[in-house]
């Protein structure tokens, strides 16, 4: 089956940059969108950014112009590099990859692979000090 894993998390300052990567194995990457999401402790989960198989992206208003979630494709990975770190930006931070768009069973005797509902990753800490 697909899995996720994610790599990049650790301890920065403010003011500071982090990069975390996805790295997706046993899927279909290409046909996937892809996002970022956040937890803190005791906070709900917070969608951070979307990326779509055609690389359009999308925000929360609070890392717009801060964060740049990106793909390669040929790597079966996704990025969300995070600049100018602040410490609400602490969290937990999980990669999802959304269903294989435009699913059809002749993936399953072409590639091997099984439909399911999405794939989480097993998450990383982020934590910026102030």
Known sequence: ???????????????GSLRLSCVASGTIFSRRPMAWYRQAPGNQRELVATI??????????SVRGRFTISRDNAQNTVYLQMNSLKPEDTAVYYCKAEP????????????????DSGLWGQGTQVTVSP
């Open 1 to 15: 089956q697909g899995q996720l894993v994610e790599f990049g998390g650790g301890l920065v300052q403010t003011g």
């Open 52 to 61: 779509a198989t055609d690389s359009s992206t999308n925000y929360a208003d």
């Open 100 to 115: 294989i768009q435009d699913w059809h069973p002749k993936l399953t005797s072409w590639y091997g692979v099984q439909y």
